[in-house]
C-alpha cells in the first residue's frame, strides 16, 4: 500500500469516527465519554494491581495530583487552558472535515513567532506598563498570524494541489520542530544560557493576576479560553461563515452550487485552526515559559488535541470537559511521577485507553442496549 493511499485509510478512519460521534444525540456523547473514561481508569487500576501496585493508592495519588491542593488545581487548569486551546483548533478542521493534524507545528511556529516579535520590539518601546501591553498585543497578534499562514499552507496544497492534507500537516510539524530547534539553537540563542533557548521576555511583559499563587496561571488565560471556545461555537453553528466551511468540507459540491468557493473555504478553514493553535502557542510563552526553547521539549499538546476533539465529538463547547480530563490527567501523571513509585506511563495507557473507547461508540451502546440503558441493538 502506498503512502498515500495509508493517508487516505486514515482520512476514511477519522472520518468514520467523527460521523459515529456527530450522529450520536448530546446524552449519548455524554455517556460515551463518561463510560470510556470510566472504563480507561479501572483498566488502569487492574494493571496497577497486577503489576503489584496499590490500586487503591494509585487512584488516590490521581485524585490528589489533579484536585488534591491549590498547587494541583493550578497545575490541572494550567494544562486544561492548552488542551482546550489546542482541542479547539482541531475541532475546527474536523468538524469541517479537513483533517489538520498539523497544529502542534501551528503551536510552535506561533509561540516561537510571538517570542521573537516581542524581543524585537522590546527595543523600540518604552519600558512600564504601557510598553509591556503592546508588546503583549503585538506578540500575540504576531503569533496568532503566523500560525494561522503556516496553517493555511496546508490547505493551498490540499485546495489547488489536491494533496492529501494528513500528510502535509504530518510532515509540516517535523519541519516546525526541526527549523525552530536550529534558529533557538542558532540564530536566536541566548549565548549567556546555561541551556539552548532564547532571550527571556521583558520583565514588563506579564499577564496579571495569578490564580491559586502560581506565577504560571493568569486569569486572563482561563478567560481567553472561555471566551475563544463561546467564540468559535458562535462562529461555527450561528453564522453563515460557519455553514459554508461545514458543507465546503462535507460537500464541495452543494457548496460550489450555492454560490461559495470551496476550495478558498478549506484554505479558510485551515488557516482558522492555524490561527487558534498560534494563540495558545503565544498564551504559552506569555504566561507559562517566558523564553523559547527546544520545541522537541515542550510538550504535545497538539498531537494530544487530536484524542480531545474526538473525545468532545469535534464540538467546541464539548473540548471544556474533555480538556480538563486531560488536563487532570497530565496533573496527576506528574504528582505520580514524584511522590508515588507508579510508572507514569500507566497514565498515557489509560489516556490512550480512553481515545481507543471513544473510536468505538458502537460497543457503548450495543452495550447500554443489551443491559436496557439504551435502544435496541440493530
Request: charged share 10%; net charge negative; no cysteine.
Amino acid at each position: 500500500m502506498s503512502d498515500s493511499e495509508a493517508a487516505s485509510n486514515g482520512g476514511g478512519v477519522l472520518d468514520a469516527v467523527a460521523a459515529r460521534l456527530l450522529d450520536a444525540s448530546v446524552l449519548e456523547r455524554i455517556g460515551i465519554a463518561v463510560a470510556s473514561t470510566t472504563l480507561a481508569i479501572l483498566i488502569g487500576l487492574v494493571v496497577a494491581a497486577a503489576t503489584g501496585y496499590d490500586p487503591v493508592r494509585f487512584a488516590s495519588q490521581l485524585l490528589v495530583g489533579a484536585f488534591g491542593s491549590e498547587r494541583a488545581i493550578a497545575r490541572t487548569l494550567r494544562s486544561t487552558t492548552l488542551f482546550v486551546l489546542t482541542g479547539v483548533a482541531v475541532a475546527i478542521a474536523f468538524r469541517a472535515g479537513v483533517f489538520n493534524i498539523g497544529v502542534q507545528g501551528q503551536f510552535v511556529v506561533g509561540g516561537f513567532s510571538t517570542v521573537v516579535s516581542i524581543i524585537w520590539l522590546a527595543a523600540f518601546v518604552p519600558s512600564g506598563t504601557v510598553g509591556g501591553v503592546v508588546l503583549l498585543l503585538f506578540g500575540t497578534a504576531v503569533g496568532v498570524v503566523a500560525g494561522g499562514l503556516y496553517g493555511a499552507l496546508p490547505g493551498v496544497m490540499k485546495a489547488y494541489g489536491d494533496a492529501n492534507e494528513i500528510i502535509t500537516t504530518i510532515m509540516l510539524n517535523f519541519i516546525a520542530t526541526g527549523f525552530v530547534g536550529w534558529l533557538v539553537a542558532g540564530p536566536f540563542g541566548d549565548p549567556e544560557a546555561t541551556a539552548t533557548r532564547t532571550r527571556r521576555l521583558p520583565d514588563n511583559v506579564e499577564l496579571p493576576q495569578a490564580v491559586f499563587g502560581d506565577p504560571n496561571l493568569s486569569i486572563v488565560g482561563i478567560v481567553l479560553m472561555l471566551g475563544v471556545v463561546a467564540l468559535v461555537a458562535v462562529i461555527m453553528t450561528r453564522t453563515r461563515f460557519g455553514y459554508d466551511m461545514v458543507t465546503s468540507g462535507y460537500q464541495d459540491t452543494a457548496a460550489t452550487y450555492s454560490g461559495v468557493d470551496a476550495k478558498r473555504m478549506v484554505i479558510s478553514t485551515m488557516a482558522f485552526s492555524g490561527m487558534i493553535a498560534g494563540l495558545t502557542g503565544a498564551l504559552f510563552v506569555i504566561m507559562i515559559q517566558g523564553y523559547y526553547t527546544d520545541p522537541s521539549g515542550i510538550g504535545n499538546y497538539g498531537f494530544d488535541a487530536i484524542a480531545v476533539s474526538l473525545l468532545a465529538a469535534n464540538n467546541p463547547l464539548g473540548v471544556l470537559p474533555a480538556g480538563l480530563l486531560f488536563g487532570g490527567l497530565e496533573s496527576a501523571g506528574s504528582h505520580v511521577q514524584i511522590n508515588s513509585d507508579v510508572p507514569v506511563q500507566l497514565i498515557d495507557g489509560i489516556v490512550g485507553l480512553v481515545v481507543l473507547f471513544v473510536a468505538a461508540p458502537e460497543l457503548f451502546r450495543m452495550i447500554a442496549a443489551r443491559t436496557g440503558l439504551g435502544g435496541d441493538v440493530e
